[in-house]
């Protein structure tokens, strides 16, 4: 049953041969026996998990429901949750339980999914190791001295451990396909505007996007179908046609153009983890796709652009926790001044305090014009350069991160570093195209090889038909690590 896929659980359920609470509390119970080791959720209610399983079956009972009804679901704890502690991964929230539903949460309710808890993740998204949670680092199923990568390393851990059927994931700059690539799992961060953005705590606001994360294409699929749709609530949210996403998974790939950026096949990019794509590259070839040599030269100035740009916006987000109207406040304090200092102070964690400090800095008098404004125009070129590279390839492909996933502390004192392992995902966040991570062989130390696949705006479908294409030829995606018993 742990290696079941969504559609195959939903035909379970549908023929009851197994119920909801019994399947929700199959999950529970592996999450009680292996969440001390993992640390991968935050919080679990396990008495609220089993009431909406009840409500599911009720409606299974009467014939009725839609794929994911009964279905446990692993929700990042950034998504505020009616009566769920929703924490961020901070102190600053660490009491804060919502008064409302985010949209994705509304959408997965609206379907009878189960909500099986909130996943850790780096604090306020900022981190590429989840190592920067208040409530500690998540550890790496496949080998718990290594990082699962962030910021959803928790809901990574949690679907690559089967201690969920699937989860949710935000990416700002990488943040669902890194970890995907390092747990073995696969992700997809959709195009900006799919998915609303409401009652998601926000990091920065015009890179931020929720996708789902699963062990298969076909997964990933069935989630999106539920998470996506048009939210009045979200300026920023597309009025698009509905689509399924789950339509085209079975179409060949002869024909199909794949681009290989340059710039993401030279220094820097280790040999395990080159001689794995290669080799998935090599398997799409079997498979009727050609290969098309392209460039995006701009691409290399991503991360000094990505950290003008999100600290920017951060700095303003996240001045709204001041510890007046929730959230954290300094239990001594002389004035309203000194509260706000002492609260910020005491309720951020260091990297969140850093980005702060950058952004305040790169948007003040003086500074705007000569670091934000030109990371705006730069933004613009990088996002040029895939409209120009679309013109030659369907699809872009090539390695999540750089290396597989790394010790943890490792890389804790060097914030560069740590920033150079989204190398390859962030300019597809600064040009708002649809990307994703899927699992591709294993490199040193047997750790997990993300490859990735970008497509143009809106080729979410297309996107998903080449990595199913792939899964069915290829068994990566369903491999499990091998010290979590199943």
Not at 18 to 42: C, F, G, H, K, P
Not at 154 to 168: D, I, M, P
Not at 433 to 453: D, E, K
């Amino acid at each position: 049953m742990l290696n079941s896929s969504l559609r195959q659980l939903g035909s379970v359920l549908r023929a009851k041969k197994i119920s909801s609470v019994e399947l929700t509390q199959m999950y529970l119970d592996r999450i009680a026996t292996l969440n001390s080791e993992l640390n991968a959720y935050i919080t679990v209610n396990p008495e609220a998990s089993l009431a909406q399983a009840r409500e599911a079956d009720a409606v299974l009972a009467q014939g009725k429901g839609q794929a994911l009804t009964g279905i446990p679901i692993a929700q990042k704890d950034i998504f505020c949750a009616k009566g769920w502690r929703t924490t961020c991964g901070s102190k600053m929230l660490h009491n804060f339980v919502s008064p409302y539903d985010a949209h994705v949460i509304s959408q997965f309710n609206n379907t009878g999914a189960v909500n099986l808890g909130k996943t850790n993740m780096d604090e306020f998204a900022m981190g590429s190791s989840n190592e920067t949670s208040h409530y500690g680092a998540v550890k790496n199923p496949w080998d718990t001295a290594r990082v699962p990568g962030g910021s959803s390393g928790g809901s990574a851990a949690a679907v690559a451990a089967r201690l969920c059927a699937a989860a949710t994931g935000t990416d700002t700059g990488g943040s669902i396909r890194q970890p995907a690539a390092l747990c073995g799992i696969s992700g997809l961060k959709p195009t900006y505007g799919v998915v609303s953005r409401y009652g998601m705590i926000a990091f920065a606001s015009s890179l931020d996007q929720a996708g789902p994360m699963a062990r298969s294409a076909e997964d990933l699929a069935l989630l999106l179908n539920t998470m996506a749709g048009f939210d009045e609530r979200d300026s920023t949210s597309l009025q698009c046609e509905p689509e399924d996403y789950a339509r085209d998974l079975d179409k060949p790939l002869n024909g199909l153009r794949i681009g290989l950026p340059r710039e993401f096949f030279a220094e820097g990019l280790s040999s395990d983890v080159g001689l794995a794509v290669g080799t998935a590259i090599a398997e799409y070839k079997k498979l009727g796709a050609s290969v098309v040599d392209i460039s995006l030269p701009n691409s290399r100035l991503s991360i000094p652009v990505y950290y003008v740009l999100a600290p920017a916006e951060a700095s303003s987000n996240l001045s709204r926790f001041d510890g007046v109207r929730y959230g954290y406040r300094a239990p001594e304090y002389t004035d309203l001044a000194d509260m706000y200092e002492k609260s910020r102070a005491q309720g951020f964690g260091a990297e969140v305090k850093r980005r702060i400090m950058i952004g305040t800095y790169v948007l003040s008098h003086g500074y705007y014009d000569a670091y934000y404004l030109q990371a705006q125009k730069i933004r613009r070129l990088i996002a040029q350069d895939f409209v120009e590279a679309f013109k030659q390839c369907d699809i872009i492909m090539g390695p999540t991160s750089p290396t597989t996933a790394f010790n943890l502390g490792e890389k804790g004192d060097d914030p560069v570093q740590m920033y150079l392992s989204d190398i390859y995902t962030i300019a597809v966040n600064l040009a708002g195209l649809p990307g994703m991570s899927i699992p591709a062989g294993f490199g040193a130390n047997n750790m997990p090889v993300g490859l990735q696949i970008i497509g143009t705006y809106f080729a979410e479908a297309q996107m998903l038909n080449v990595a199913h294409q792939y899964q069915l030829a290829t068994d990566w995606h369903s491999r499990a690590p091998q010290n979590i018993k199943l």
